[in-house]
């Protein structure tokens, strides 16, 4: 079981660090779009790798990443597949302490979430708002 996990995490190492050599080497822009082609359904590894993106260059690289990720979407009608991207940038303003980006992100995490009945999610997402 655990031989299964290792092997995953090492194929997702290796996933990303090909993204990564994508995003540097290329225009960021082209680089999102192409991965968009390449994981159509599969949006949740490209917003991984925002995380993956803050460990290597730092948490604004990873927001500016998730900036041009959601604008490729809508450029390809893909609306549906932001909310996530509005959680991950909550969460990298939370990281370098910016309350008021975080709270921001996360309402509209919350909002999007919402809007597609997924209220579990909006819930979780507002948790990240300030009280």
Not at 15 to 23: G, I
């Amino acid at each position: 079981m655990y031989g299964r996990n290792q092997d995953l995490r090492r194929n997702m190492d290796a996933l990303f660090s090909s993204l990564y050599a994508k995003y540097t080497t290329s225009k960021p822009l082209d680089a999102v779009t192409s991965a968009i082609v390449e994981f159509n359904d599969k949006i949740d590894i490209l917003v991984e790798f925002a995380f993956y993106l803050a460990g290597r260059e730092g948490e604004r690289t990873a927001i500016d990443y998730c900036d041009l990720l959601r604008e490729a979407l809508i450029d390809n009608r893909m609306e549906d597949h932001i909310a996530p991207i509005f959680l991950a940038e909550a969460k990298l303003f939370d990281n370098i302490g910016i309350g008021m980006s975080r709270d921001l992100f996360a309402l509209e995490a919350a909002d999007s979430f919402a809007q597609q009945g997924r209220f579990t999610e909006a819930e979780a997402a507002l948790k990240l708002v300030a009280a």
